[in-house]
């Protein structure tokens, strides 16, 4: 059943190859990207392609509705081997509009485990709910919590130990804030840019 994704496989390598025959080779030889990015696990954001960026350029992680949580092994694991590791100089926290798991977080009804892993966005809701009541309707309400909960998660990287570290130790390392659309393919920089721990407090005040 998988024949056609062997098959596209196939042809992208050859077509890879023709253009540019060393491809390859480099990527064999290291991985170090200057980008590390934290987005949605919807198929529909590719995090490579939306910064026209080929494999090995970016250090990519992955989840629903791009949370940070502090007690997500997973995501700590990712981002220690990205600042620390690989030495990133840039955090992307990246959002898309019309999130399904920012919508499925403020709906009423029961959906089981998700709903204890996309707790933190009610929690931003909630933070955030005389300006989010004050939306003309359910989109507009929706997308400004997808900016909302980004803004959230890079609050959280930047107070996760392993960021802070590294600010300390004098590493250059800048979080920003994204949202994606879907509906035209650009991202828009949420103004919350954080270089070191003055960045921190200006800006969110911590």
């Known amino acids: 059943m998988l024949d056609a994704l062997i098959g596209n496989n ?42 026209n960026l080929d494999p090995g350029e970016m250090f990519v992680h992955r989840n629903v509705a791009n949370l940070t949580p502090h007690q997500d092994a997973n995501y700590l694991s990712t981002l220690q081997y990205a600042v620390h590791v690989l030495k990133v100089k840039h955090v992307l926290v990246v959002g898309h509009y019309g999130c399904g798991g920012v919508r499925t977080a403020i709906e009423s009804q029961d959906h089981g485990l998700i709903d204890h892993w996309l707790a933190p966005i009610r929690e931003v809701a909630h933070e955030h709910r005389e300006e989010l009541e004050a939306c003309l309707d359910d989109t507009i309400k929706l997308d400004r919590l997808c900016e909302l909960n980004v803004i959230a998660q890079v609050r959280n990287v930047t107070t996760n130990p392993i960021t802070v570290a590294a600010w300390r130790s004098g590493q250059s390392l800048t979080v920003h804030g994204w949202v994606y659309s879907i509906a035209n393919g650009l991202v828009t920089d949420q103004g919350v840019s954080v270089s070191g721990l003055p960045d921190r407090v200006r800006i969110f005040g911590i």
């Open 10 to 51: 196939r042809e992208w390598a050859a077509k890879k190859t023709l253009v540019d025959p060393d491809f390859f080779k480099r990527l064999v030889r290291q991985q170090n990207p200057e980008y590390f990015w934290i987005g949605c696990a919807d198929s529909r954001v590719p995090a490579n392609e939306i910064v």
